[in-house]
């Protein structure tokens, strides 16, 4: 296995630094698009790596999937009444299917779906960020996950579009809390840096039914985590999830921090990044990575 991971970083490094870095919001800007790491976990605890898998990173969008689960523990099927389960087919931010729809996102993994979960994150917890850190340290096993506050800060001023979707949905009747709090606890989430290792580890529950071997814990339940991974297989891209599905074949999600966490289900979790993304917003060299490691391995789940 690391022989192989060697051979596919060597073959992907090209691409590092291709594509741009996020700089819709400023404080990501600054990144260097010149690095590149990966991290393989596999569900009996073995860790391979390359690069620069221990250099923490924004996880971005990577933490729909951590608020989704925390939602799910609670809410269990209720939830589904505020959020769908369909591929958006448009980018994440965008906000014209929202007013056809009735405030009712497509699905968890675009952003108004993400902040609809937050917001029920927000009225169960009485700090839903606290309880997002409290929880990513618990099942990746690294107590010192910290959240970059000039990130968080930087996303609540440049705020205008999430705002204006999660104000739709509260004119929907679709938004429990203020407004302004719940846009807080997101951004705080999106945040958090981790590594490639981190993510490993944190995602390998879903490739394991459900239970975390770090943490000794049955996160969800087998079915849940069978959702969240088709979740991830329909809408984990953005409007790439089709041609992941064609090139990789793996349940994936995406950050614009340029994170990219799979799940090989009942063997690994995988996490690649690399900063640069391609138009999508998706990592160019991470997506790459994932084509080759399965067509290597013949991972796909179809
Ligand atoms: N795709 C992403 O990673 C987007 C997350 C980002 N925090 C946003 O809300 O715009």
């Not at 910290?146 to 929907?172: C, G, I, W």
Request: hydrophobic residues 40%.
């Amino acid at each position: 296995m690391q022989a192989l991971l060697s051979k596919i970083f060597e073959d992907v490094k090209p691409l590092m630094g291709k594509g741009k870095v996020a700089d819709y919001i400023p404080a990501l800007a600054s990144v260097d698009p010149n690095q590149f790491g990966i991290a393989i976990f596999s569900n009996e605890g073995d860790l391979y790596q390359i690069g620069d898998a221990d250099t923490p990173f924004s996880i971005q969008s990577i933490s729909k999937v951590f608020s989704l689960t925390l939602a799910m523990k609670h809410y269990g099927k209720d939830m589904w009444q505020r959020v769908g389960r369909e591929p958006s087919g448009l980018p994440f931010n965008s906000l014209v299917q929202l007013e056809y729809e009735h405030g009712i996102p497509r699905n968890p993994f675009i952003n108004a779906g993400a902040l609809v979960i937050s917001d029920m994150n927000q009225s169960r917890f009485a700090s839903p960020h606290y309880a997002m850190s409290e929880f990513v340290r618990r099942i990746s096993g690294n107590p010192e996950i910290k959240t970059d506050l000039q990130v968080a800060d930087s996303e609540y001023e440049f705020r205008h579009r999430n705002a204006a979707m999660a104000y739709l949905m509260k004119s929907n009747g679709n938004f429990e809390n203020e407004v302004e709090d719940v846009l807080k606890s997101y951004f705080a989430n999106c945040a958090l840096r981790m590594s490639c290792v981190d993510l490993a580890k944190a995602f390998n529950f879903l490739a394991n039914k459900g239970y975390c071997t770090i943490s000794q814990e049955q996160v969800i339940s087998e079915e849940e985590a069978r959702q969240v991974n088709a979740l991830m297989a329909t809408s984990g891209m953005y409007d790439e999830a089709g041609h992941f599905a064609f090139q990789v074949g793996l349940p994936g999600k995406s950050g614009v921090g340029g994170g990219i966490v799979a799940i090989v289900p009942g063997r690994f979790s995988i996490c690649v990044w690399s900063p640069a993304l391609n138009k999508v917003g998706n990592s160019c060299a991470g997506v790459a990575a994932l084509e080759s490691m399965s067509k290597h391995i013949g991972w796909s789940v179809y």
